[in-house]
Nanobody, 126 residues
């Protein structure tokens, strides 16, 4: 059974950086699309950034463009989200997720992802 375990959240001041990690067990991520999603209090869970590990394609939601960077390690057992220039509106619980590689109209469509990590809190103060 494939499982994801996320880590790396914390509290930072605006303008700071954090790196989130997500380790997979039970498989590697070679044939998956991986993604980071977030959910702020009172809001729906939304996509942040997604990547096809097989093809290397990356899709960033507007909120992430130029500030957040998704990647995996060379073993394809861990995925990362490097977050820079953090803003108070980035405060949320961040989730890693994965799905088997398959053609989809939107890479970061949340309802396509069926493997989820447990979430890690990111708090950005002004």
């Amino acid at each position: 059974q494939v499982q994801l375990v996320g880590s790396g959240g914390g509290s930072v001041q605006a303008g700071g950086s954090l790196r989130l990690s997500c380790t997979v067990s039970g498989s590697t991520l070679d044939y998956h699309v991986v993604g980071w999603f977030r959910q702020a209090p009172g809001k729906k869970r939304e996509g942040v950034s997604c990547m096809s590990v097989l093809r290397g394609n990356i899709f960033d939601e507007v909120s992430a463009m130029g500030r957040f960077f998704i990647s995996t390690d060379h073993t394809k057992h861990t995925m990362f989200l490097q977050m820079t220039d953090l803003k108070p509106e980035d405060t949320a619980v961040y989730y890693c997720a994965a799905r088997i590689e398959a053609t989809a109209p939107r890479m970061c469509a949340i309802d396509l992802f069926d493997i989820w990590g447990q979430g890690t809190q990111v708090t950005v103060s002004s």
